[in-house]
C-alpha cells in the first residue's frame, strides 16, 4: 500500500509530466482514496472500465485517456456527471498521462509497441527520444507491407487498413507514432521512412500517401495504445508494491 500523492509524485516525475503542453491534464484528475493498494489501468476511463474497477474494488484508475479535454464543455453533466459519480462514490482516484506516456523512451506507447513488434528504434523525428512523438527506426529484415501489416494484425489482434504506395518496393526503415498521428506522415517521408504506422486515418492520408510515396498502416487508435499503460502499471507494482490489473475494453477504433 502507498500514499496517493507519494504515487502520483512517482508517474509525475518518470514521465516528466510536467514538461508536455498537452491537450488535457496530466496527473491526477479525480483524487480518491488517499491510500492505493490496487491499481486497474485501460486506455481509455470509460463508464465500462470504471464499472471494472468497482468491481475489483480499484483505488486508483491509470488510463491514456482520462477527462477534462481543451475546447469539451465544462459543465459536469450527462455521461462526463454519471463517470465522476462512479469514482467519488466509491472513493476512487483516476490518473491519467496523454503525451508524456506517448512520448517516454521506455515504457511510453511507441516504444512498447516497437518492443512488441521488434522494430529497432533509432531515434525521434520530432526531438529527442523520450520526448518527441514521431519514431523511427528498422524492421530486422526487409519486409513488403503486406508481411508487415500481418504481423501487425497478428500481434495486435486486429486487421490493420493499409494504403499501398506502389512505387514502394520491400520496406525496410519505418516511422511510427500512436494513436490519431496520421497527419505526420509527411514529416515520416521527408525523413526517408518508407512506411509510416499509427493509430487512424483521415481522407486525406490516403492522397498524401500514394501521391508521395510512402506506405500507410493505420493499426488502430486504441490497439497501438494498450501497452503503455500496462507497462508504466507494471512498473508501479515492482516499484511499490500495489496490485495491478490491466483491463482491455474492446474498441474497433
Known sequence: MIHRDQLVAACDHQLRAAEFK????????VAGSEHVKRIMTGVTACQALLDEAVAWQADMVLVHHGYFWKNEPVAITGMKQRRIKTLLDHDISL???HLPLDAHAEMGNNAELARH???KVEGC????????LLWSGRLPQPHSVSELAAQIAQTLQRKPLVIEAPQVGNIERIAWCT???QDMITDAYESGAQ?????????RTTHLARE???HYIAAGHHAT??????????????EYGVEHRFVDIDNPA
Open 125 to 132: 523525428i520530432d526531438g529527442a527520444l523520450g520526448e518527441g
Open 195 to 203: 512506411v509510416f504506422v499509427s493509430g487512424e486515418i483521415s481522407e
Open 212 to 214: 508521395m510515396g510512402i
Open 22 to 29: 498537452d491537450f488535457t491534464i496530466n496527473g491526477l484528475q
Open 95 to 97: 490518473l491519467a498521462y
Open 117 to 119: 513488434l521488434g522494430w
Open 225 to 238: 495504445e494498450r501497452y503503455g499503460v500496462q507497462a508504466l502499471g507494471e512498473w508501479l507494482s515492482d
Open 179 to 181: 494513436g490519431g498521428a
